[in-house]
């Protein structure tokens, strides 16, 4: 499925001729009766005529309601009249979903990978109306007669001068980088929407902004958080001269009495080196933080909206996370402007469209092969190369299963759920591999702590992470809130049950943007559970009222500036405005640190070291720059920064 602004020269390897044959049956003189029975089934009414109407909660972005058309034996058309889903993900499935149910007449159709909130609720949404004609839902459901898809032998050839392979943040983030220095792209991504997992996170991005972070304050216990940084011995030379960099700043911060939230960008690379447990390539440490604020002033020009107060994503180690205005809408509020911006240049999207392959010529590679929903197969050709950025493998249970060799998780088994969309399968890795990349770390494999446990959908109450408290089913904290992502998920799978709850109160819900109806919707739903005293949400919760309770006036004390045992250092509000909620969360794999081994100039290397000429990759699809821990609010500047970078550099 091809999607462009701008027309780019298509040019047919080989002439495509489709011959329809039909061919004559005779009919049987001698038909039988079961036959004309069967012909009089199938004639009969299905449906009262008119056109009905229904409304269906559930959607990410809200109600979807509908409008559906029948006559007596078909359903004639499915309208949208209201819903309130992105265009990237949910507003994938709203266009889909209609029109396959019209054409096939059946209500057995495939929900939309990446939007099955928006898919579930659209779907309920037609069965109400079709319910209201008078329909067999359960014969509608009943499994259609799939049209075999038949490979066309012939190739599409698409010339242009870059081939990404992705259309994620990293992708874009590249195809607009190429564009502004005055080349074209064609962007090849097999699933039906844009956005990889980057439309599934938070969105936010860690970089040092002393603009924005000089206006707020520095905890004691987040200066001597620094401290213990500057006391640990050197790895190697650059991270002395981190260390030391960091050292001058702070006796400057002392000098002049200062009491503002410090932050530098050395320091974002020692705690990303220290926390990625010195396995990192400081290289492309410095070269990513180096780039961090750029790359949001770079998103801000084309449309992205961060908020001016500097937060803090779990796992992320320090307020250095920039926060989008969008919040609500996560990562879409990235890709969007992004992909809006690359379709008005010299960028043509080609969605649903597999990469199998590279293709190389004289040892440089040239393109890539791929292959269309509807079996066309492509030859796409890259006059300067192909930039690899479909992602990582969190998908893919099986390469997750075989590359589970750190020691640090027992399982990665289908028991374990992922944040990831269901396209973040490896592809951009094992097509490397097979010319010769090399790959690293891909032992190094990320948890996510928050996912939500009594529904995989989301909704569930987070709040301000600096304000959360996070407690088993005894009511008893059990981890710092602050620490890494891994740490906070190795404690929680060695909770009883395997999983954790979060607290919050009415005050740090409604200041992350929550309002009532949502609030009520979450405890209807089950979501959640409230309580309008500590007492009552303990109950809720099937935990020791007067355990909680207990929990919560200690959090509170070391709020207010008591050392906490457990050692968390950043702190916001006390938990004591009612009403009080709670949610459940456990572990999923979130990201693999593994992947294409890369320079800084996003130059795919061999197994020798040596760059392979005209393959270049950026985003979670490399390996080398997380270590064995990403701290939180670093991927996507990871994947704009180098999207950026691999553009530039396939340009030179």
Not at 371 to 377: E, K, M, Q
Not at 621 to 635: C, E, F, K, Y
Request: one cysteine or more.
């Amino acid at each position: 499925m091809r999607f462009s602004r701008k027309s780019l020269s298509l040019l047919l390897v080989f002439v495509m001729i489709v011959g329809m044959i039909t061919g004559c049956a005779q009919t049987d003189p001698a038909q039988t009766s079961e036959s004309l029975a069967e012909q009089a089934e199938e004639k009969k009414v299905l449906f009262k005529p008119g056109t009905y109407m229904a409304t269906a909660e559930g959607g990410y972005g809200g109600p979807i309601s509908v409008s559906v058309t029948v006559s007596e034996t078909e359903i004639e058309e499915i309208k949208v009249t209201e819903h309130k889903e992105t265009e990237s993900i949910g507003g994938i499935a709203i266009s889909q979903i209609p029109e396959a149910i019209v054409k096939t007449q059946s209500l057995d159709v495939d929900a939309v990978s990446g939007a099955t909130l928006a898919s579930r609720t659209l779907l309920t949404a037609i069965k109400d109306a079709l319910m209201q004609s008078g329909a067999d839902i359960d014969k509608l459901m009943a499994a259609q007669q799939k049209e075999e898809t038949i490979s066309n032998t012939d190739t599409v050839r698409v010339e242009t001068d870059v081939v990404i392979v992705g259309a994620g943040a990293a992708g874009f983030a590249a195809a607009v980088k190429i564009n502004e220095l005055g080349g074209s792209t064609v962007i090849v991504e097999k699933m039906p929407y844009v956005g990889g997992n980057t439309i599934r996170a938070g969105g936010a991005m860690n970089a040092a902004d002393p603009e924005r972070q000089n206006k707020q304050n520095m905890s004691k216990s987040e200066y001597d958080a620094i401290l213990e940084l500057l006391e640990i011995e050197p790895k190697n030379d650059t991270m002395k001269r981190w260390q030391d960099s960091v050292r001058a700043d702070l006796a400057t911060y002392n000098n002049e009495k200062s009491d503002y939230l410090y932050d530098s960008v050395d320091l974002h690379k020692l705690q990303s080196y220290v926390d990625g447990d010195y396995v990192g390539n400081v290289e492309l440490i410095e070269y990513l933080c180096d780039h961090a604020l750029e790359s949001i002033h770079w998103l801000e020009g084309k449309g992205v909206e961060f908020e001016d107060e500097i937060g803090m994503v779990v796992g992320a180690i320090w307020r250095r996370s920039h926060m989008l205005v969008r919040a609500r809408e996560m990562g879409v509020a990235i890709i969007e402007p992004l992909q809006q911006v690359a379709m008005d240049g010299e960028t043509e999207l080609y969605l649903q469209t597999k990469a199998t392959e590279l293709i190389e010529n004289n040892g440089r590679v040239t393109g890539v092969k791929a292959v269309g929903n509807d079996g066309t197969n492509y030859e796409f050709i890259g006059a300067k190369g192909v930039i690899m950025a479909t992602g990582g493998f969190g998908a893919n249970i099986e390469m997750r299963q075989e590359y589970n060799t750190s020691g640090k998780w027992a399982t990665l088994g289908e028991e374990i759920p992922t944040t990831n969309h269901p396209g973040a399968t490896g592809d951009g890795i094992v097509m490397g591999q097979a010319i010769g990349a090399d790959i690293i770390d891909m032992d190094q494999i990320q948890l996510m702590p928050m996912w939500p446990k009594t529904s995989g959908e989301g909704g569930h109450m987070t709040g301000v992470i600096t304000n959360l408290m996070y407690v088993n089913e005894n009511g008893e904290r059990f981890v710092k809130e602050d620490g890494r992502r891994d740490e906070i998920s190795i404690a929680a799978l060695e909770q009883p049950g395997g999983y954790y709850w979060i607290v919050n109160d009415y005050a740090d819900a409604t200041d992350n943007g929550l309002k009532d109806d949502y609030l009520a919707a979450g405890v209807a739903s089950g979501r959640c559970v409230m309580g309008n005293t500590i007492e009552e949400l303990a109950v809720a919760m099937g935990t020791d009222p007067d355990s909680l309770k207990k929990t919560v006036e200690e959090f509170n004390r070391y709020v207010d500036g008591e050392k906490d045992p457990l050692g968390r250092s950043v702190f916001g509000k006390r938990i004591e405005t009612g009403p009080f909620y709670a949610s459940t969360f456990s572990p999923a794999v979130h990201h693999t640190m593994g992947g294409l081994r890369v320079n800084t100039f996003a130059q795919v290397l061999n197994n020798a070291g040596t760059p392979i000429e005209g393959l270049y990759a950026a985003g979670e699809v490399t390996g080398g720059l997380h270590g064995a821990n990403r701290i939180g609010g670093n991927a996507v500047p990871d994947a704009i920064v180098n999207g950026m970078n691999a553009g530039e550099n396939i340009m030179k």
